[in-house]
C-alpha cells in the first residue's frame, strides 16, 4: 500500500544510518528538493547531502500521522516529531510536513518542513 511505504520512506530519512549515507540519501532525495527549516531558512539537496552524513542524528519520536494523495505522483505526510539533539537539555518539537514525488522509477522527497510548536 502506498501509505504504508511512503511513511516507511520518511522514517528511512529519521534513521541516523540512512542520515550518515550520502548513497542513500542520494537515492531518497530530488534533485529539486527543498526544506524549510525550523530557523525559516530553505535548503538545497547539496547542502543537505553535505550537512546530514557529518551531523550526530538524534533519536526521534513521531506521533499524529497523517497521509494524502494528492495526485497520482505526489503524497503528503504530515506529523509530529520530537527529539533531542546531542548536547541539548531540551527536547525540540515540531509539526512536520512532506511532500514525495514519484520520479522514474521511485518515490522521493522533494519538499520538507520542520514548524517549531509547543511540546506534546
Known sequence: MLKQSIIELEFA???PEVRHSASTLDRLIHDDFLEIGATGLGF?????LRRLPEENS????????????????????????SFK????????????????????????????????????
Open 13 to 15: 530519512l529519521l534513521n
Open 44 to 48: 538545497g539537496k547539496p547542502e543537505i
Open 58 to 81: 538524534p533519536k526521534f519520536t513521531v506521533i499524529d500521522i497523517q497521509f494524502r494523495q494528492l495526485s497520482e505522483d505526489i503524497a503528503q505526510l504530515t506529523y509530529r516529531a
Open 85 to 120: 539533539p546531542i548536547n541539548a537539555l531540551d527536547k525540540r518539537y515540531s509539526l512536520r510536513t512532506s511532500l514525495w514525488k514519484y520520479a522514474v522509477d521511485r518515490w522521493q522527497i522533494i519538499y520538507h518542513q520542520g514548524t517549531p510548536c509547543e511540546p506534546f
